[in-house]
């Protein structure tokens, strides 16, 4: 079975699937391709059905190579299910998911992104999309350190035989 994470932020076309694209190609990278599975959904449903956001996609292009795959879906109740590891980009939808886990049931499944950032100090993936093209570039930056120190807890903590 393997281990499902889902990034989460507000709109589902910036941050959550620039999380996923660049954890799915680090996976890849790591030959862990079935003993990882990844998905991204944002807390609001005002991008339902779009693609990441262009300005995402060209700083992903640049700092990565890679393309951003995807399209934006709300967050349901039922991720808590179906997801071992729940990962917010920031404070604001870090509570709105836990705002749907009444019980408290499944709480320590959901985690702050930059909890995993080893270079990084910020604590809080910042929201590029009002911003300029730097806004895009840093959320990379920020993404591809947390993916990594996430991707290394994983190895450690989940996938040990």
Do not use: W
Request: aromatic share 6%.
């Amino acid at each position: 079975m393997p281990y499902k994470l889902l990034f989460v932020c507000l709109g589902n076309i910036c941050r959550s699937p620039s999380a996923e694209n660049i954890m799915n190609h680090l996976i890849e990278q790591a030959g862990l391709s079935n003993s990882i599975v990844c998905d991204s959904a944002g807390t609001s449903s005002y991008h339902i059905g779009s693609p990441p956001d262009r300005r995402m996609s060209v700083a992903a292009a640049k700092k990565l190579g890679i393309k951003l795959r995807g399209q934006a879906r709300q967050f349901h109740k039922s991720d808590f299910q179906d997801f071992d590891l729940i990962l917010a980009m920031d404070r604001q939808n870090y509570h709105h998911i836990l705002i749907l886990d009444p019980t408290q049931h499944d709480r320590e499944k959901v985690r702050l992104m930059c909890g995993y950032c080893s270079k990084h100090t910020l604590k809080e993936v910042p929201d590029p999309y009002y911003g300029g093209p730097e806004g895009f570039n840093q959320v990379i930056d920020l993404l591809v350190d947390a993916c990594e120190g996430l991707l290394q807890n994983i190895i450690s903590q989940q996938l040990r035989t």
